[in-house]
């Protein structure tokens, strides 16, 4: 009798662990279910939709964010350089290419909650369309350090792991037909602070 029950116990134990754990799983990692991936960026373009799939939903009741509809933009997200490493805030990065049509975008560093990281000085980890130097074929260059750097200096600070979000508002490549052309700029990685 006693056996019975314990092994019960087990067995409950081991299916609401398992399932608990999968279902974490599925909501951490970026490329989950409906994501589409472009280079090193990874959205999710149903995630403000009535179409949106479960596990969607319980990341954005999870992190607390407020999803962007469809007509309204999109958010894409990197965790890795254009080599496969994960992007560390300890290194120094280069973001080069050009950019999708739209009418503004964004780009911040962040950390694991996809928060802006703190730079603990007055000058964010974000800059935007409307401040940024662009090169003769409108390709933009955005370099990533904790030191300054001339031209198009995005601020980042501290150690572990960092994000860059990209997000483009009011813009075509949020409908389904406007992401079969579109190509996002490159993450590389220049160097890291020993």
Known sequence: ?????????????????????????????????????????????????????????????????????????????????????????????????????ARFWTLYAADQSLGVVETGKPRLAALQSYEVLRQADNSVVISVSHHPMPGNWLLTDGSGRMYFVLTFYDTPIASSTGLSDVSLPRIVKAGCDA
């Open 1 to 101: 009798m006693l056996k019975n029950a314990f092994l019960m116990l087990l067995s409950l134990a081991i299916a609401i662990g398992g399932g608990g754990a999968s279902v974490w799983y599925a909501l951490k990692i970026q490329d989950g279910v409906g994501a589409i991936r472009i280079g090193q960026w990874t959205a999710f373009p149903d995630i403000g939709t009535p179409a949106a799939d479960p596990y969607s939903k319980a990341r954005v009741a999870r992190e607390g964010v407020l999803a962007l509809g469809r007509a309204e933009g999109l958010s894409f997200v990197a965790e890795n350089d254009a080599a496969g490493d994960q992007l560390k805030r300890e290194c120094s990065y280069r973001i080069e290419g050009g950019f999708p049509t």
